[in-house]
Structure formats: structure tokens, C-alpha cells
């Protein structure tokens, strides 16, 4: 089995980012939130704000969307032309991703492409039910859900999902379509 992170990994910049710009020009209003966005972008900056509450105030717009489901849909019928394809090329359907981005957001593009999807369980109101699926989390998560799994390789552009790499028996880093081993067995690569 193949496990892949998602926004710059597989998908051509960061979904949950376009998503929150594609909600703002589809309903104006939204952009009155923008002062909480910089607020916890300051506060995170000098680090008084612990990252998963700063997540959570980054995605709570989400509360002002009606209809949250239905511009999901939107966004990936516009959006879905991203994902890269070097993924497309070699994507199995056992593959799985195992994104932080919230999963109204980023399962329906893994419904279109076949593939399971383990991401941060926030439904559409931006409900949050536990933590953010990131770093070390990414691994507790997928073992919970396959416990007898073993990752084949787990592809990701971020040093944050080391974890990840090291869980798989291959890691590769992903900078735009460069792909990398950086990790086997649990090993860092020395180049």
C-alpha cells in the first residue's frame, strides 16, 4: 500500500487555502472574518497560539457557509485538474492519503480519485474532533484504522510528516514533480 499527503504533494497548492478563498468570492461577506485570520497569524507568529487552535481559527469561517457540502462540490469540479500527474500516472486504487487538511474538504477529491482518505476529522460546521491529523498524529491515526498495515512508501513535500516517512519502509519527499527517497527503513538517506 502507497500512502500520500495531499495539498503539495499530489494536489498543486494547498486545498484547504483555495478552498477559503473560493468560499470568499462565492460569498463576499466572508472577507469580515479576515481580521480573525490575521489576528491568529500574529499570534501564532510570536507563538502564543499552540498550532491546532490556531488551525481552528484559520477554518472557522466554515460557521458562516451555508450550504458547505454543495461548494465543496464546486470547488473540486474546478479543482480536481490539480492534482498532479506523476500521481495520476502511477495511483493504485489501495492507495491511501493521509492529509491535516480537514476531510469535507479534501475526502471528496479522494472519492473522485478511488482512493481511502485519512484526514483531520472536522465536519462541514468546523466541528473539530480531536486534533489536527499532522506529524506524529498522521501515524497514530492510520495505525488505529489498519493496525496490521504496513506502508509500502509514504510520498510527502514536508519535513513535518517525518513521521510518516519513517513508518513506511520508503519516504519520499515531493518538490513540485522532483521526487525524492529520503527515508528507507526508517533511515534518513545521506546524499
Known sequence: MNGYDFDDTIYRGNSMRRFSIFCMLH??????????????????????????AYLLLLEGYIVFVPHVEKLVVKFWDKNMSRIKTW????????DIVVSATPIFVVGEACRRLGVECI?????????????????????????????????????????SDKPMWCFAERGYLVKGEEITLVYENGVKIRR
Do not use: W
Open 87 to 94: 500521481y495520476l500516472d502511477q495511483r493504485q486504487k489501495n
Open 27 to 52: 460569498l463576499p461577506y466572508l472577507v469580515l472574518y479576515l481580521p480573525v485570520v490575521f489576528i491568529a497569524l500574529l499570534l501564532r507568529a510570536v507563538r502564543i497560539l499552540p498550532k491546532n
Open 119 to 159: 484526514a483531520t476529522d472536522m465536519n462541514a460546521r468546523g466541528r473539530l474532533n480531536g486534533k489536527h491529523c499532522h506529524g506524529k498524529r498522521k501515524v497514530e491515526t492510520f495505525q488505529k484504522l489498519h493496525p496490521d498495515v504496513n506502508l509500502d512508501t509514504y510520498y510527502s513535500d514536508s519535513t
